[in-house]
């Protein structure tokens, strides 16, 4: 009751949710008193911020019978950008904060980060704020494997140990045969390397065959991933 005062209450507004993936508590009646002010209220603009892959999923999966139904969200999604273009956003960022670099800081972060725009926004937020180079990095480097840790968990729920070993196997890289070997069914292993693709746009497959993680990140995460899921 209190969340749809709340959201009823707002007029003329952009309400930001950030991170929504991490809301454990009450998801269902958070989202079903949203819906309804969502629908109701013509001048409440919400915006999602989040992991695909997580709690934010729900949002993008609307039927006639969904909640959302009546305002259908829009999808926005940010996939890794081009190095070129990570390169450019660190390099004018620092220009316009004023900040000291040099180029093999720029790609000394790309190489542990990646180029997806969050982990290199934050990172470029803490130079800007004075932190060194080697803090700055560090700091948003187990930020980003921590969360990207808590990504792959929030993905795996629900599906067989299989898939959390295919997962550990594709941190050095593997063919499909090498991931067949886990035991995993192929109808299923195809739909899992379609999601690590296609939502988390963490798994690529090259010119040879392999399918490893891509991102840096990722990788980092899936080295750390228990092959045993946490207890609840």
């Known amino acids: 009751m209190r969340w749809r005062m709340l959201f009823f209450s707002l007029k003329n507004t952009i309400l930001i949710l950030d991170e929504v993936q991490n809301v454990k508590q009450g998801v269902n009646s958070f989202l079903k008193a949203l819906a309804t ?7 409440l603009l919400v915006i999602f911020t989040g992991s695909y ?25 940010l996939p890794p950008w081009p190095e070129w273009v990570a390169v450019e956003f660190l390099r004018k960022g620092f220009e316009k904060c004023g900040v000291d670099f040099t180029q093999r800081e720029i790609q000394d972060t790309l190489w542990r980060l990646g180029t997806l725009p969050g982990w290199l926004n934050l990172y470029g937020l803490r130079r800007c704020l004075g932190a060194s180079h080697e803090e700055a990095l560090q700091r948003v480097f187990e930020k980003a494997v921590n969360e990207a840790l808590r990504e792959l968990e929030h993905f795996l729920e629900g599906r067989s140990p299989k898939a959390r070993e295919v997962i550990k ?14 035991g995993i069914s192929k109808d299923t292993l195809s739909r899992l390397l379609d999601a690590l693709t296609g939502e988390l746009f ?10 490893r993680f891509s991102d840096p990140i990722y990788r980092y995460a899936a080295e750390r991933l228990s092959l045993s899921p946490k207890a609840k």
Request: charged share 30%.
């Open 37 to 43: 002010a969502f629908n109701e209220n013509d001048s």
């Open 53 to 77: 892959a997580g709690v934010i999923k729900k949002l993008f999966e609307a039927t006639h019978r969904d909640s959302f139904y009546g305002r259908p969200p829009i999808e926005i999604l």
């Open 169 to 182: 196997r594709l941190t050095y890289g593997a063919t499909w045969g090498e991931l067949e070997k886990t």
């Open 202 to 211: 963490a798994v690529v497959k090259d010119d040879i065959g392999v399918y």
